[in-house]
């Protein structure tokens, strides 16, 4: 398991520092000593690694935590013209180099760098750029600057601009993650290297916005997103196109709504969809019906494309499906009989006109939210959902995923101002407490075989943890974590549970 895996099973914090989607080490294979080719200063090189086969440069420098720019720089022979471009793996190259050469370094004079706000670009002057940062951000290289606010999410920048790509921004700052978990608020961030553009197209004076990059270009009606909305809420509150349908206008929300973003314009509406939306009607009887439909019925529905049973009865909450097939007995016991633009019963004598409220519940939360939650937290600005769990440290943010589906499973859909739940049947009141950190020259036992003689600080393995997350939680290159726990290997595959290991050395 990779550094960026850990971001999907809840074992980094926020300010973990990690990059693109990549996959997972094995340990490497035995082979004949590869050749090492020169570095840009070969005396000033600490530590040498080897690719393994199908890596490409962006996979290299995430594992090492290197931005991509620094790797090129320490391996003038490397060739990545790109991130995707893969790499060579018969040969070592640089990952640690404490000093670069002179000839790469910035000056160290006085210089001019942008910052960049909600509003007009400003230039401020500064000896390497604005402050605070992010630790391994291409600090030496950016040339543009933005301030994070409340609100911000890493596809928003990136929308703002539309000078650069998503991939481009973590590669820029690394400690953000592959996820936009570790999203500063209040922080710089990179939003421009050398060769960024600095201009984008003209915008269609006919599309508001902001609006997300891929929605259909045949749009004709736009519906702002506002705080408690899902995707399904979208579709129920127009009623004149199906779930199946808004998906494909707006691709970047994905399949299961993950991607909904907040005070932003997505599509509702293309040339050939309805103005007007389907209304429930009641007696006396509409026209079709099914032959067997219940003469007790009270109110109707007509279907449309896309419906199905368990999506009608989602829409009114005032029935079951069972309810709904024992109405509609011609629709059959599975769904495979409902009729297009024929009316079906949703309601007899007796059925509620609104959806029951669990008093226990708050609001607003979003649709899918687990029906067996027992604690919930408010949402604010500037809220992860790394940040929520390691707030509680009662469950795991695949829980948290599990409990709380229209959020996603890359917390593209956390909503603000929204009541997400943090607790079920079951869920600890209390935290266990982690084994502390050992401080002294004097190893703690159990430690694996070769540790560095001088560590004075010491690490207590738990299950779940990787070598890379261990080095970035205690400020260590990976580096130097590999230097000092010898036993290890690269791949942090051999990684023993329940032991010291070495994260500090004097």
Not at 236 to 254: C, M
Not at 339 to 365: A, E, F, H, Q, R
Request: proline share 11%; charged share 15%; net charge neutral.
């Amino acid at each position: 398991m990779r550094f960026t895996d850990l971001l999907l099973s809840g074992l980094l914090t926020a300010s973990t520092a990690s990059a693109h989607v990549i996959q997972p080490r094995r340990a490497p294979a035995v082979k004949a000593s590869p050749q090492r080719l020169a570095a840009a200063a070969p005396g000033e090189c600490t530590f040498w690694a080897v690719p393994e086969p199908g890596d490409t440069c962006q996979n290299f420098a995430d594992w090492w935590l290197v931005p991509l720019d620094r790797l090129r720089l320490m391996n003038p022979s490397l060739n990545c013209p790109s991130g995707n471009s893969p790499i060579f793996s018969g040969t070592e190259w640089c990952v640690e180099m404490p000093e670069l050469p002179s000839t790469t370094k910035p000056a160290t004079t006085t210089s001019t760098f942008k910052t960049t706000s909600r509003g007009p670009t400003a230039t401020s002057t500064g000896p390497s750029g604005p402050e605070p940062t992010q630790p391994n951000v291409t600090k030496d290289y950016c040339k543009a600057w933005y301030k994070v606010v409340s609100g911000d999410g890493c596809q928003v920048i990136v929308d703002r601009y539309k000078t650069f790509t998503l991939s481009q921004f973590y590669s820029w700052n690394p400690d953000i993650g592959n996820t936009c978990a570790g999203l500063p608020l209040d922080t710089y961030v990179c939003v421009g290297v050398t060769g960024t553009p600095t201009t984008t197209q003209a915008p269609d004076p006919s599309k508001p916005t902001p609006t997300q990059p891929n929605v259909t270009k045949d749009c004709k009606a736009w519906y702002k997103v506002v705080s408690g909305d899902g995707c399904q809420v979208i579709v129920d509150r127009y009623k004149t196109f199906t779930l199946a349908q808004f998906y494909s206008w707006n691709p970047d929300v994905g399949n299961t709504c993950a991607g909904l973003p907040l005070d932003t314009y997505v599509c509702v509406g293309v040339s050939s969809t309805p103005t007007t939306t389907p209304v429930p009607t009641g007696t006396p009887k509409p026209s079709p019906t099914q032959p067997n439909v219940s003469k007790d019925c009270k109110a109707w529905y007509k279907v449309v494309s896309g419906d199905g049973c368990q999506v009608i009865v989602d829409r009114y909450k005032t029935f079951t499906l069972a309810q709904f097939y024992s109405w509609n007995p011609d629709v059959g016991n599975t769904c495979a009989g409902l009729p297009l633009d024929t009316y079906v019963c949703v309601g007899i004598t007796g059925t509620p006109t609104t959806p029951p409220v669990d008093p226990n519940k708050p609001s607003p939360t979003q649709p899918n939210v687990n029906k067996d939650c027992k604690a919930w937290y408010k949402v604010v600005g500037g809220d992860g959902c790394q940040s929520i769990v390691d707030k509680y440290k009662t469950f795991s943010l695949t829980q948290f995923y599990g409990w709380n589906p229209d959020v996603g499973n890359t917390c593209a859909g956390l909503p603000l101002d929204t009541y997400v739940c943090v607790g079920v049947t079951g869920t600890p009141s209390q935290p266990t407490p982690p084994k502390p950190t050992v401080t002294g020259t004097t190893p703690p036992t159990p430690v694996q075989s070769g540790v560095s003689k001088t560590c004075n600080k010491w690490y207590y393995v738990v299950s779940g943890d990787q070598c890379v997350a261990i080095a970035s939680r205690f400020s260590i290159t990976p580096a130097n974590f590999f230097r000092w726990n010898p036993a290890v290997n690269t791949a942090c595959s051999n990684l023993a549970v329940s032991v010291y290991v070495c994260v500090g050395s004097t």
